[in-house]
């Protein structure tokens, strides 16, 4: 399959066949009947926990026919949401011991020396979405990436004042040293939707919206150069087009620029999209010229993953 991956930051992928895609995927695979199976599988799941809980077991043979009936359905639903929560974390509990034994101690040695410190040769930023994890999806190990993970894979300004993404930022580049910084975008971001949905009068003490603001350049460039696709498909030119936004913020700081045009420090974006599970791959191709604003970079070793 050709790679869609952009070329320039003005185009930043194949416009008719990412819109070809998402027609084609939308509906079949994350439609409404699909959110309304996962609705039901979790009830299912909470009656189950309720059902065969060994406490509600033990108490409904230990109380009195009568006193059983007289439970009525809020008090049930809350003790089955107990039960659903002890189990979940008793399932934490033996993810983590499967990992201390498979993990931890068959590497017994690597995991010695990482508590001596890190030496990450990445850092991601990638969305908080909870499908998007790239220590999942990536493979990453303990020790190899340092990870900050915010609304939308945002990446403020250096002008923007501090947040815990650029302070995140300093100690990687300055302090670890990272080789690389990778940006993450994904398919059906809420917080780009959330950017998309943006309306200038809107109330401003919604911590969403202040923070997803960061990305208005990537919305406005967006709405002028897609705006005669539907909705959807502009969120979706959106999810890339702010990942390059977020490479171009990234420039603002003076010690990310100087290590970038030392060839020190390499500025990728990515693009995960998990309704047919691909992933693209670019590089920003930084030949020094000035950072003006708007400006665009060429970018170079793009992977489409398929
Ligand atoms: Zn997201």
């Given at each position: 399959m050709a790679t869609p991956?952009?070329?320039?930051?003005?185009?930043?992928?194949?416009?008719?066949?990412?819109?070809?895609r998402t027609t084609l995927k939308t509906s079949t695979i994350?439609?409404?009947?699909?959110?309304?199976g996962e609705i039901e599988h979790?009830?299912?799941?909470?009656?189950?926990?309720?059902?065969?809980g060994p406490r509600l077991e033990l108490k409904a043979s230990k109380d009195p026919p009568g006193l059983t009936q007289q439970l009525d359905n809020s008090r049930l639903e809350s003790l089955a949401e107990?039960?659903?929560?002890?189990d979940f974390f008793e399932d934490l509990k033996h993810r983590f011991l499967r990992f201390k034994k498979r993990k931890f101690k068959e590497n017994l040695e690597h995991f010695q020396n990482l508590a001596q410190g890190q030496a990450p040769k990445f850092m991601i930023i990638?969305?908080?979405?909870?499908?998007?994890c790239p220590s999942n999806i990536l493979g990453f190990q303990p020790g190899e990436a340092f990870v900050v993970r915010n609304i939308a894979n945002l990446v403020p300004t250096f002008e923007s004042g501090p947040s815990e993404t650029n302070a995140a930022l300093?100690?990687?580049?300055?302090?670890?040293?990272?080789?690389?910084?990778?940006v993450i975008g994904h398919s059906r971001c809420g917080g780009i939707r959330a950017l998309m949905s943006m309306q200038d009068e809107e109330d401003?003490?919604?911590?969403?919206?202040?923070?997803?603001?960061?990305?208005?350049?990537?919305?406005?460039?967006?709405?002028?150069a897609a705006s005669n696709l539907s909705f959807d498909q502009q969120c979706r030119h959106c999810e890339k087009e702010s990942v390059n936004h977020s490479l171009s913020n990234l420039l603002t700081y003076p010690w990310i620029e100087e290590k970038v045009a030392r060839g020190e420090l390499f500025v990728h974006g990515g693009y995960y999209d998990f309704i047919d599970c691909t992933f693209?791959?670019?590089?920003?191709?930084?030949?020094?010229?000035?950072?003006?604003k708007n400006s665009r970079f060429a970018v170079k070793n793009q992977f489409y993953w398929c």
């Open positions: 991956s952009p070329t320039t930051f003005s185009q930043p992928f194949n416009f008719s066949k990412d819109v070809r994350f439609g409404p009947k699909l959110k309304s979790t009830h299912l799941r909470l009656l189950t926990s309720f059902m065969t107990t039960e659903n929560v002890c990638a969305c908080a979405d909870s499908r998007v300093e100690f990687a580049v300055n302090a670890l040293k990272v080789e690389n910084i990778l401003s003490s919604s911590f969403i919206r202040s923070w997803v603001v960061v990305g208005k350049n990537a919305s406005l460039i967006t709405k002028s693209e791959k670019w590089t920003l191709d930084y030949e020094g010229g000035n950072l003006e």
